[in-house]
Nanobody, 119 residues
Framework: QVQLQESGPGLVKPSQTLSLICTVTGPSITTDYFYWSWVRQTPGKGLEWMGAIAYSGNTDYNPTFESRTSISRDTSKNQFTLQLSSVTPEDSAVYYC???????????WGQGTQVTVSS
């Protein structure tokens, strides 16, 4: 059974960097052929795939966010992280981490965490 749990601040100021951690319980994030993604949901744009880190450590990003996004991992803690820099109120969303068997595929989701960007 796979469980994913997002954690991080619920409020971030404009121009700062949003940092979220996804803690995975169950398989190692280095297990072959699993991909670990960050997806966000906003009322206006729906679901947006932001990027992912593969079992190998390779990363891929949505071009929309690539210049501001970094995804990394800590294999000793079985965690992967999202950093989104230079945030604006338009980055306010529910952020989800999930697992899939491909870059844009999801079969397990975290419960999501609300992040609000406001001064």
């Amino acid at each position: 059974q796979v469980q994913l749990q997002e954690s991080g601040p619920g409020l971030v100021k404009p121009s700062q960097t949003l940092s979220l951690i996804c803690t995975v319980t169950g398989p190692s994030i280095t297990t072959d052929y699993f991909y670990w993604s960050w997806v966000r949901q906003t009322p206006g744009k729906g679901l947006e795939w932001m990027g992912a880190i593969a079992y190998s450590g390779n990363t891929d990003y949505n071009p929309t966010f690539e210049s501001r996004t970094s995804i990394s991992r800590d294999t000793s803690k079985n965690q992967f992280t999202l950093q989104l820099s230079s945030v604006t109120p338009e980055d306010s969303a529910v952020y989800y981490c999930n697992r899939g068997s491909g870059w844009y595929m999801y079969d397990y989701w975290g419960q999501g965490t609300q992040v609000t960007v406001s001064s």
